[in-house]
């Protein structure tokens, strides 16, 4: 009895709880994955195909490679742009672990450039005069991955700039922003960059439940990501070194991974796709509503560069600590405490335990380190109502004034 109560309870409080995001499933999603079981192929087979042609035409890319996360997406991004022992990877502070993790897995060096205090993305500015300092002291970094923070892209025109200065090669970490755009063009479009990848776990903007994409306009690249994704096996006869033994024969060139997305999961991405605009719209409008009901609380709101158009996948607000009479974490508790799943991206990546081991200390990135101490990311997903953006609004004033 006692267990059934509580089982009730807990299914009462979630139904009360709203998330910071979630994801959206319809029927034509769930039919798309039906049909995929009722096939021959489950694994990676025709689905996966289909969708990466849906992807690579709506972000006007040439190609696309679906793999199993967007982890294993920037692992095998930095394995075809050769990081290995020796060579060096930047990326932001301000990103989840696996954005710095991809350059450890290699064998690289991490290193971080610190953020721009509006727009949350690393700084152009710091970012060339850590380049200026690299070069003097003969450590540029062979990787630059700048993250889409929250789906509002990076000034990419000036990074492409200074990688050709230089020479590193660019792998966006879009993970955030698929269906955004900047300077008119889809993220993704890989304009400025080698690489991009997204990740479709389902607080992002799509989901596959699990699974992430390489993008490239790079047929070189992308041969080489096809195959580190499936072992380092490839069963094109162009590209093997000996003569084919028969129709079974296949060649290991490279140490690869079982990296495949399912076909299963393919199903479910494409057909989200299709919604990607509508879930892109949905979320603008509930971000413009916020800038509208939030405006007069002690709060930053996101500010947008105007060369971005971003995908909404985080609304993030940083306190004005001078002018609350409460600490930051006391806020969030009792966000959390009323049932509004408030979240907090990112904790900086250089003052995790296993960063400082390498030497990271608090001190090293201020104006993440800063950010880190007023961020709060709100409620914001496609199917979050006026009427539950009110509520987090209303509480929000209750525990702010
Ligand atoms: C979610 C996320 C990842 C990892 O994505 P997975 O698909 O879960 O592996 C990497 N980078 C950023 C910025 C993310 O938000």
Redesign the pocket.
Known sequence: MAKRFSITRYAKAMSDYIPYGRQDINQEDIDAVIEVLRSDWITQGPAIDRFEQAVANYCGVKYAVAVS???AA?HIACLAADLGQGDILWTSPN??V??ANCGLYCGAKVDFVDINPNTYNLSVNELESKLAEAEKQGCLPKILIP?HFAGQSCEMEQIATLSQRYGFKIIE?A??AIGGSYQRKSIGSCQFSDMAVF???PV?IITTA???MVLTNYEELYQRLIRLRSHGITRNPDLMQGESHGSWYYEQLELGFNYRMTDIQAALGASQLQRLDEFVERRRFFANRYNQLLQNLPLMLPWQHPDSESSWHLYVIRLKLDKINKTHRQVFEELRSTGIGVNLHYIPVHIQPYYQKFGFKLGYFPQVEKYYQEAISIPLYYSLAEETQNKVVTLFQEILL
């Open positions: 996360s967007a982890t920037l990103t989840f696996a954005s993250v970490d993970s955030h990740s479709f776990h992002k699990e699974g992430g």
